[in-house]
């Protein structure tokens, strides 16, 4: 039996991986950090009481910013492969702790990938490493972006991440190690963090449609992402780490939409065409922007970022042409799929409501 260790266990991309290393028969641990409240939900169908029999997931309290927790963990567990995960990811919260962003995003991964190259002298066996890396890293670079894009990142998030990426690779040239970069695309899904601006749109949307929201606050509606479903780019990330030869790949679906698109787009799903009104801010900072008789979202300046990214497109042939990969959902079947799934918790929530 294989075993794999995953941190970041708790969040959205590990979820969906953890989910795909135990379909293949994997022994999966998990690293997770201590919390004063629950934070397992996205998890919590896979995992059972430590008591019980054939427990399909164990999970670890460790810290990216804690060498010690996790030379432990790898010591206790012994993993044939490890999937990074763990990060401070809010791209516009890194403005605002820039400096936890870069230890525990950037210093963070040389961590983990020195106490997996200590582990692998002491074990004598080949661990395979890999990175979550981020099309954030390209910042103002032009699109499409390839693996051989120049980096030019536009946040301290990215900044961390772009750290990251050429640790992973220094261990891979110094070491002979197998390390991986996956620079994976905007991956959504119904289990994304409601900050995050595609479920802060669907979460939004479909509770304005059962009139428990007035209104959607939103930033830049003219950023441009590749938005593709955290389901199959996890599909992408084991492809690499079984492949011979360790390298980095762009994972993404190859085609762009803003953010204003996004938003058409969810409204119009749930019957409620959108029309623009302004094309600038007014003196307090906002836009309305209309559906039928009464304005429903507004643009606030506060949450513009400090420096913003413009357009992210990936392009993924090289995943395609090695990996034999390629997405099965594109951003319209993504958004229905988001938009099926809040619905039913909007539903539930008046239920519970009335």
């Not at 169908?45 to 019980?52: A, N, T, V």
């Not at 399909?56 to 990074?84: A, V």
């Not at 791209?91 to 820039?98: C, H, L, M, Q, T």
């Not at 601006?197 to 441009?224: E, F, M, P, W």
């Amino acid at each position: 039996m294989i075993t794999a260790l995953v941190s970041g266990a708790t969040g959205q991309t590990a979820s969906y991986m953890i989910e795909l290393l135990l379909n293949k028969g994997y022994e999966v641990h998990g690293i997770i950090r201590r919390a004063s409240t629950f934070n397992t939900e996205r998890i919590d169908h896979l995992y059972h009481d430590q008591h019980e029999d054939g427990l399909p997931l164990t999970l670890h309290y460790g810290d990216l910013s804690d060498t010690s927790s996790l030379r432990s963990i790898i010591e206790k567990t012994k993993p044939d492969e490890i999937f990074n995960f763990a990060a401070q990811s809010h791209v516009k919260v890194s403005f605002e702790i820039p400096e936890y962003t870069a230890d525990v995003t950037g210093l963070g991964v040389l961590r983990i990938l020195d106490a997996a190259r200590i582990a692998e002298d002491r074990f004598g066996k080949r661990i395979k490493f890999y990175q979550a890396a981020s099309s954030e890293m390209f910042g103002s670079a032009a699109p499409p972006q390839s693996e051989t894009t120049p980096f030019h990142p536009r946040s301290p998030y990215a900044c961390a991440k772009v750290y990251g990426y050429w640790q992973t690779v220094n261990y891979r040239e110094a070491y002979d190690m197998f390390t991986c970069n996956g620079i994976l695309f905007n991956h959504e899904s119904e289990r994304r963090h409601g900050t995050f601006v595609t479920r802060k749109i669907t979460r939004a949307a479909t509770r304005i449609k059962l009139s428990l929201q007035n209104k959607l606050y939103l930033g830049n509606l003219d950023a441009s992402r590749d938005w593709g479903f955290a389901g199959d780019y996890c599909e992408a990330i084991w492809l690499m780490m079984q492949h011979d030869k360790p390298d980095d790949y762009v994972i993404a679906t190859g085609e762009s939409y803003s953010v204003r698109e996004f938003v058409e787009y969810v409204f119009k799903v749930l019957d409620m065409p959108i029309h623009w009104r302004g094309s600038g801010l007014d003196e307090k900072g906002y836009i309305d922007v209309w559906t039928g008789e009464e304005a429903v979202i507004e643009v606030d300046k506060k949450y513009f970022r400090p420096s913003d990214v413009n357009s992210l497109c990936g392009d993924p042939s090289k995943a395609k042409r090695i990996l034999g990969w390629k997405p099965k959902t594109d951003m319209h079947q993504l958004a229905d799929m988001m938009v099926e799934a809040d619905m039913k918790l909007a539903r539930a929530e008046k239920k519970l409501k009335e």
